[in-house]
């Protein structure tokens, strides 16, 4: 019975916010493409592990961008946000799979990267807005559809690897199923407006410390989506399905992750998930990064996946019940810009660090890295929120 209550919590969460959740789907989609051609791509590039690193920057610049600007653009498209941010994302997609030249490869990725950054932004923010209107969690539901569009992204990418499918025919693939997800995705926007005489200075701490939490979380998850494929197929001698294989485990495990965070966090203090979830993601990245075989590396990533899928939600839904409503759009924009950094510094670092030491030894430093997010949530309670919850 009480499994039965929290699927129909979490399948309730997914109606109430259908709408960003169909974004999500389509973010989810694009990326785990991305994640499982990633070996082919880099060696269409010709490019090594660091070189590779510092193009993947391309996106992660154009996401940053466009996230400072998508507060602005909200304001001008309205409900019709989402549907642009779809349509324009799912044109981008098809550059890249193109490219063999490295510079033109890294300048097709940033156009990716503020098509993404833009439907970020808007998605977070729509999910943020019925939290409010519900009084109810519903950031980890949202993002748990995320996760399964990767893994199910990932798992057919692989396929069509083995079967030789050109990239530039599976991003198309994925590029109409965007947009036939685009008349479902109008949400109607209800603008805010300050209270009347509301002051105070600008909540630059709760947008800091929530940022620094999605920011650890996205960078930790960023490796693995990006080099996990590459640490099985090189470090551990395995076939092009088993190295798809890898992102497609992080996808499956972070949905799963973020269906029972969704359940959890209606029952459990967000700092008591995070501690917990931090914890799993170190052990889930040692893991990886020792194991002697394919069969322990998705292990491996499997708690990864587990621990780090409700990190990010969590910090994104912490500032969005802190701030005032009228800030919420904004708020989230500037911890997106924050924590979506974290896929500019996450490819240069491990690029690097693969270069001078092995995936296994960059895998390892992740895990020391997610667990800076527990002081960070021990910080974050001392701040008062709007919802009044602790």
């Known amino acids: 019975m009480q499994v039965s209550n929290r699927a129909m919590s979490v399948l309730n969460a997914l109606y109430v916010s259908r709408r960003p959740a169909a974004a999500f789907v389509v973010v989810g989609l694009f990326w785990g493409c991305f994640a499982a051609f990633v070996p082919v791509i880099k060696a269409q590039l010709g490019a090594s592990d660091a070189l590779f690193g510092i193009l993947l920057l391309g996106s992660a ?63 977070n923010a729509r999910v943020s807005e019925l939290e409010a209107k519900h009084n109810r969690p519903l950031m980890n539901a949202n993002h748990a559809m995320f996760s399964v569009a990767y893994a199910v992204a990932a798992t057919i990418t692989g396929f069509a690897r083995e079967a030789s499918i050109p990239p530039i025919y599976v991003f198309a693939g994925f590029g ?98 995070i501690i917990g979830a ?33 990190i990010g939600p969590l910090g994104l ?26 896929f500019f510094f996450a490819p240069v670092l491990m690029g690097l660090a693969s270069e001078a030491y092995g995936l296994r030894v960059a895998f390892s430093g992740v895990a020391a890295v997610v667990l800076l997010t527990v002081p960070l949530a021990l910080i974050v309670t001392r701040i008062p929120r709007t919802d009044g919850k602790p």
């Open 176 to 273: 109409v199923a965007a947009i036939l997800l685009v008349p479902f995705i109008y949400m109607d926007v209800e603008i805010t407006e300050p209270e009347e005489g509301a002051t105070g200075r600008y909540p630059l701490w709760p947008v800091l410390i929530s940022g620094a939490i999605v920011l650890i979380a996205f960078m930790s998850e960023a490796t693995v989506e990006a080099w996990s494929a590459l640490h099985i197929e090189r470090t551990l001698n395995g076939g092009a399905a088993q190295g798809a294989l890898g992102p497609a485990m992080l996808g499956f495990t972070m949905a799963f992750g973020r269906f029972s965070g969704q359940a959890v966090s209606e029952r459990m203090r967000d700092v008591h998930v």
């Open 278 to 310: 931090a914890c799993m993601t170190a052990l889930g990245a040692v893991i990886a990064a020792l194991a002697p075989a394919p069969m322990w590396a998705y292990v491996g990533f499997g708690i990864f996946g587990l621990g780090v899928s409700v």
């Open 317 to 342: 839904a912490i500032v969005g019940r802190i701030v005032p409503a009228h800030l919420r759009t904004d708020a989230i924009s500037k911890v997106a810009v924050m924590g979506f950094s974290g």
């Open 61 to 123: 610049t154009g996401l940053v961008s466009s996230m400072w600007l998508a507060p602005k653009a909200d304001k001008i498209l309205g409900g019709r946000a989402m549907q642009l941010g779809v349509i324009v994302l799912a044109l981008a997609w098809l550059l890249p799979p193109l490219i063999s030249t490295p510079i033109i490869f890294a300048a097709s990725l940033a156009l990716v990267g503020m098509a993404s950054g833009l439907l970020d932004v808007v998605m």
